[in-house]
């Protein structure tokens, strides 16, 4: 199985700042890397798929990149409905499989 | 609207089995693929298994083989997935999530509600 690493798994920021989180694969994943929220109760949220292609409906403060075995997810202008968890996810090879979460937190 | 609708939570003693269904609206149901995943309390997505609404092709993940069966009925648009032999450790929220199957790069994009499942004697 593809193992799938985020870092760090916990984040405190502020309103207004600007975060990025990791994502390391245990093997290439050739971009097939998609990046969800999710919050306390609710059901994940589609954010990025192919490594780089925004959701329809998302803002454009989500980017995402990188290639390979590493991706990062940028976020921009934190604001308050932002702070939630994330996970990365590869759907190169089965089983699909996620990361641990990093949690983004209000510092 | 597009959306995934799932049905209510479910409690199960160890040993049963459990159905659970995804309702799809809004959307060409057999162009897509219905994923299966779960979220134990605490822990992380882990993926179950898919069936191509059109084909009725299915996929399992290794974990879950020989437990877990995915269907479809496409009269209905609705997916369904049944795990059985439960234990405690089954005790998740279990999300159905489509995929399109015409462009594999778009993964994921609509999820349902999720369903609850307790295994508890």
């Known amino acids: 199985d593809i193992q799938m690493t985020q870092s760090p798994s916990s984040l405190s920021a502020s309103v207004g700042d600007r975060v990025t989180i990791t994502c390391r694969a245990s093997?290439?994943?050739?971009?097939?890397l998609a990046w969800f929220q999710q919050k306390p109760g609710k059901a994940p949220k589609s954010l990025i798929y192919?490594?780089?292609s925004l959701q329809s409906g998302v803002p454009s403060k989500f980017s995402g990149s990188g290639s390979g075995t590493d991706y990062t997810l940028t976020i921009s202008s934190l604001q308050p409905e932002d702070f939630a968890t994330y996970y990365c996810?590869?759907?190169?090879?089965?089983?699909?499989?996620f990361g641990q979460g990093t949690k983004l937190e209000i510092k | 609207q597009v959306q995934l609708v799932q049905s209510g939570a479910e409690v199960k003693e160890p040993g049963a089995s459990v159905k659970v269904s995804c309702k799809a609206s809004?959307?060409?149901?057999?162009?897509?693929?219905i994923h299966w995943v779960r979220q134990a309390p605490g822990q992380r997505l882990e993926w179950m298994g898919w069936?191509?609404?059109?084909?009725?092709?299915?996929k399992y993940s290794q974990k879950c083989q020989g437990r877990v069966t995915i269907t479809r009925d496409t009269s209905a648009s609705t997916a369904y997935m049944e795990l059985s032999c439960l234990t405690s450790e089954d005790t998740a929220m279990y999300y159905c999530?489509?995929?399109?199957?015409?462009?594999?790069?778009?993964?994921?994009?609509?999820w349902g509600q999720g369903t609850m499942v307790t295994v508890s004697s």
């Open positions: 069936i191509n609404a059109g084909t009725g092709n299915t």
């Open positions: 093997q290439g994943v050739s971009n097939y």
């Open positions: 809004g959307y060409t149901f057999t162009n897509y693929a």
């Open positions: 192919a490594a780089s």
């Open positions: 999530a489509r995929h399109h199957t015409g462009d594999y790069s778009v993964v994921f994009d609509v």
């Open positions: 996810q590869q759907y190169d090879g089965y089983p699909y499989t």
